[in-house]
């Protein structure tokens, strides 16, 4: 029987298209589902480069490009215009890669010209040159490339192949031309590797162990829930490098899994929740979590996505970590008051302007700030459970800059005491705060998961940390965590062997971003200024190794005399994304500040642009602060607002002269926000401010 399969890179093409031609397309993937593919006038092309291409009619202009993989099996690659699709098909060579077994794609007329213009003889030293005709044979580069790759001699001539060489064959090369060593590239392969001789002639086998590019269809069902939103699902694909890390049977006990902006930790961590949800029993389950409601939203749509039965659904609980801690002492003790934002700050501001007294550098008297005094108490105090002056004054204050004296911590005691009191005669509680309450009440039970699978864990705080260690009994597979120090957007800096959640010999690293294109990943990584991380597990963390598979246009910045000016600009984008057939909602505006969001949004309301409003159930186009922007992505992004007295947030800071130290972390921790901002973007990148510009972007002005 015929059956179609779905290319990975076509369901962004698919996107694009305007909806008669959708329909279209729908019309023919129908007829294979039908049987009645030889209705569609599956063409074979004179002179192209692969004999298993093909095309098909779509409509007066446009045509579909399949591949015929065998056994009556076919793959739609693309829908192009008429003669871009018979030039798409016609430049085409499909291969099986002689190590990893997986079918491969280059654009055979593209090498074949960069082989054409490219010097025979190069002065320079080939980046390559120090790589063996062996080793890149065992790396999976395919041999008669070599005699390419030798003259190579700069990284730019190297990623002008993008597009052009196998995608698997590019990122060995990119690896290697980053600075990994044949054996360190090799480990990364290690789990991909097919044991025994690979059938190059193959495909359709190949195409099966391609599912990161190939999606076999069950059946019309699921090919329209795919076709309804084929930007979610492209989101949802699972790449080689993750499929090891998520299929492995058993972890000895938590693993970490760390990678920074685009590698897919969350699509990672997806993945293993419903993998460890599919071998439990009714009755047993799994607890997905994260660090805000607005992630853990994210999380259940995609979950969605990647599932369709009810059962595993019914496995797996979604849920913000402060939603479930709340939850969890409501349960047991009735109503529960939440300390809103604003009435903590005004707490701390009272707290600093009644509080301590300190002498600066150059002798003058001054005061605690309120940033101080809270910060204090939540990554000293709360961090280290301590309830006692005694216990304060003997406590180690890693990480907070200056240090105190006795008199000093007695005072600073004395004004967290204050606020902790006046929280208790309002019977309100912080977030934090019932982390612990929450830990405390759990473990008086048996632990109520089997699993818990924790994503963006490098912004949870050691109470959270408590909390989550409680609900999962220690023991194999009882803790998958997912994180990124460098895209730390909060204050809590934790060591998880210190909290009993040992994860040294189960760490696993993901480097390659498949989210940003390489252009988009370069201005972010310039973003964070060169400045080493520390992990979850104590280690230094590193980008070496990090880098894109894809390439894009360059990020554009936009200078605006006024803000009216750069709205109307943003405006004029958005509508032009809109135009071009990009869906609502992958589409994205981030900003630093939450005025800002209003401001935008009204004026892209007033423009008659659908703005996203999940209180109301409206779709739209994204508009949100930076930090809520964090585990999101967007087909095209906005990052606007970006002058000098927005980012860095003046509010953000703690003064340089009443600590040093922590004004260095408060300044890398903007410009790990802006990291986050940035690397939003899959495909395109839009940058905008109003007078002087941020002193955090790392471009020429």
């Known amino acids: 029987m015929a059956e179609l399969a779905i290319g990975r890179e076509f369901l962004p093409a698919y996107a694009r298209l305007q909806r008669r031609v959708q329909r279209a ?208 699902v492209w989101r949802t694909f699972l790449h080689p490098t993750q499929r090891g890390i998520v299929y492995r049977a058993t972890y000895g006990g938590p693993a970490l899994v760390t990678g920074s902006a685009g590698t897919g930790k969350t699509v990672t961590g997806l993945h293993r929740a419903v993998f460890l949800a599919e071998r439990l029993p009714d009755g047993e389950k799994v607890l997905l979590t994260t660090f805000t409601r607005a992630l853990a939203d994210a999380l259940t749509k995609q979950l969605y996505r990647l599932t369709t039965d009810p059962a595993v659904r019914a496995r797996i609980d979604v849920i913000s ?35 301590p007294t300190f002498l600066n550098r150059a002798g003058q008297v001054g005061t605690y700030s309120s940033a101080f005094l809270r910060h204090e108490w939540e990554q000293v105090v709360l961090a280290q459970q301590l309830t006692t002056l005694e216990a304060y004054r003997a406590a180690p204050r890693k990480g907070r800059g200056a240090g105190l004296r006795t008199a000093q911590r007695e005072h600073v005691w004395a004004a967290i005491d204050g606020v902790v009191r006046e929280l208790a005669k309002r019977r309100i509680r912080t977030h934090t705060q019932l982390a612990d309450d929450a830990a405390a009440i759990v473990r008086r039970s048996p632990a109520p998961y089997r699993h818990v699978v924790v994503d963006e864990g490098q912004d949870l705080h050691p109470a959270q940390w408590r909390l989550l260690r409680a609900l999962v009994a220690p023991g194999p597979n009882d803790m998958f965590l997912l994180a990124d120090p460098y ?144 585990g999101l992505e967007f087909q095209c992004l906005a990052v606007v607002g970006l002058d000098a007295g927005v980012l860095p947030a003046p509010h953000a800071l703690t003064s340089a002269a009443e600590d040093p130290h922590a004004h260095r972390q408060d300044m890398q921790r903007e410009r790990c926000l802006l990291f986050v901002a940035l690397t939003r973007a899959r495909d395109v990148l839009y940058l905008s401010h109003s007078g002087t510009p941020s002193p955090l972007l790392p471009v020429r002005r």
């Not at 593919?37 to 599956?42: C, D, E, I, R, T």
């Not at 200078?559 to 032009?576: I, K, P, S, W, Y």
């Open 25 to 232: 397309v729908d019309a023919a993937i129908s007829k294979f589902a039908e049987h009645t593919h030889a209705g569609l006038h599956l063409e074979k092309l004179t002179g192209a480069r692969d004999p298993s291409i093909r095309t098909i009619r779509i409509d007066r202009f446009y045509r579909g490009v399949v591949l015929a993989l065998g056994a009556e099996k076919y793959a739609l690659l693309n829908v192009l215009p008429h003669d871009d699709a018979i030039a798409f098909a016609a430049s085409r060579r499909f291969t099986v890669n002689q190590t990893l077994g997986v079918l491969e794609t280059r654009d055979q007329a593209a090498i074949d010209e960069f082989a054409r213009t490219a010097p025979s003889h190069p002065r320079d030293e080939g980046l390559f040159d120090r790589v063996s005709t062996a080793d890149l044979r065992r790396l999976g580069v395919d041999e008669d490339l070599v005699p390419l790759l030798r003259v190579i001699t700069t990284d730019q001539q190297m990623e002008s192949l993008a597009g052009r060489l196998p995608e698997a064959q590019l990122d060995v090369l990119r690896g290697l031309a980053s600075g990994l060593s044949v054996e360190e590239v090799h480990a990364e392969l290690a789990d991909r590797i097919v044991s025994g001789r690979v059938d190059t002639d193959d495909l359709l086998t190949a195409a099966r162990r391609t599912p990161e590019r190939i999606a076999f269809v069950s059946g019309p069902i699921e090919l329209a829930a795919i076709l309804a939103h084929p930007f979610d």
């Open 487 to 630: 895209q730390r957007i909060y204050d809590s800096h934790v060591s998880l062997a210190q909290l009993g959640i040992e994860v040294r010999g189960r760490t696993r690293r993901l480097t390659v971003n498949y989210r940003t294109t390489h252009e988009i990943l370069d201005l972010s990584v310039k973003v964070l200024g060169g400045d080493a991380a520390i992990g979850l597990d104590d280690e230094g963390d590193t980008l070496r190794g990090y880098r894109s598979i894809t390439r894009g246009g360059v990020p554009e910045l936009a200078a605006h005399g006024n803000r009216d000016g750069e709205c109307d600009a943003l405006v004029e984008r958005v509508g032009t994304w809109l135009e071009q057939g990009v869906e609502p909602h992958a589409i994205g505006v981030a900003v630093r500040t939450g005025q800002l969001v209003k401001t935008v949004s009204r004026i892209l309301a007033d423009a008659h642009i659908d703005v996203a409003d999940d209180k109301r159930g409206t779709d739209g186009v994204r508009v949100a602060t930076m930090h809520r922007m964090k």
């Open 321 to 355: 970590i402060d939603k479930l801690a709340y939850e969890i002492v409501a349960r047991n003790s009735g109503r529960v008051g939440v300390a809103e934002s604003e009435v903590i700050d005004q707490l701390w501001e009272v707290a600093a302007k009644n509080g």
